[in-house]
């Protein structure tokens, strides 16, 4: 077979050494020992990988400012998840291999807690070493608007996901989220207004004239839509994304 070249160092790389991402592009494995334990080569094209180092390095810098050396900041999971409401933020830590030992760098992960989408807890059970089954139960977490690393699956507890899924609740305003803006709607004022305003827009585009054949897609109101669903995901975190983006600002300029 024929070597390839790692697209991001340009070396050189013989099969065993080969890592194939989502996009048939191939890396060498002293690149793929860059990434956070939760970039997955399977599911991160070559553009996340670049987009990656970029939001490894923004990380590294935010977890020094609102995480490590902030007394705001409220820890989880023996430190692996760390919630800093006021800064709007969540990080996540994990060092490959995963232990800490000689000087190996933990490499955070920083989020707004704003571009959640959704979270659950996901149970696996698989048999252990004597034959026992055992139940093996993961955070996991999808965020939008986020580039490079966009979900976190992260082994741990039920009492430590409860905690988590408790904090995260509160800097919702205690209504907590399950599946995003579909379950909200009908719940807020500013929902049921977004309900009004999409179904204004959707005829405005002739959404339902142009799917039925009978007529042309208004494509520029059509482009409203996408922008209204937008809108209306970040509609109650309005704060969060304010105290983010200032917490941000202030570190990274
Ligand atoms: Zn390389």
């Known amino acids: 077979m024929a070597k ?12 065993l050494k080969q890592v ?29 990988y670049k987009d990656h180092m970029v ?8 977890d020094d400012a609102y995480f490590i050396k902030n007394k705001d900041a409220s820890s989880f999971c023996a430190g692996k998840v760390r919630i800093n409401e006021k800064a709007g933020l969540i990080t ?44 093996n139960t993961y955070l996991h977490m999808f965020f939008v608007a986020t580039s490079g690393v966009r979900e976190i699956k992260m082994q741990m507890s039920r009492g430590d996901y409860n905690n988590i899924d408790r904090k995260l609740s509160q800097c919702f305003g205690g209504h907590g989220l399950v599946g995003g803006i579909i379950s909200d709607v009908n719940k807020t004022k500013s929902q049921i207004n977004f309900a009004k305003n999409l179904a204004s827009t959707l005829k405005e585009a002739n959404v339902k004239d142009a799917l039925t054949g009978k007529g042309e897609l208004n494509v520029e109101a059509a482009q409203g839509i996408v922008s209204a669903v937008d809108d209306a995901f970040y509609v109650d975190r309005r704060q ?9 600002q202030a570190v990274l300029g």
């Open 20 to 48: 194939q991402l989502a996009d048939r592009t191939y890396i060498c494995r002293d690149c793929l020992k860059k990434t956070s334990p939760y970039f997955d080569n399977m599911r991160c094209t070559l553009s996340d």
């Open 92 to 135: 996540f830590h994990g060092s490959k291999g995963g232990f800490m030992m000689f000087g190996n760098t933990e490499l955070p992960i920083v989020y707004r807690i704003a571009d959640i989408r959704n979270y659950e807890l996901i149970s696996e059970r698989s048999r252990g070493t004597d034959g026992k089954e055992i139940e």
């Open 240 to 248: 969060l994304v304010e105290r983010a983006d200032a917490a941000i």
């Open 55 to 62: 939001q490894l390095e923004r990380s590294k810098k935010l």
């Open 4 to 15: 390839k070249n790692c697209e991001i160092c340009g070396a050189e790389i013989g099969l």
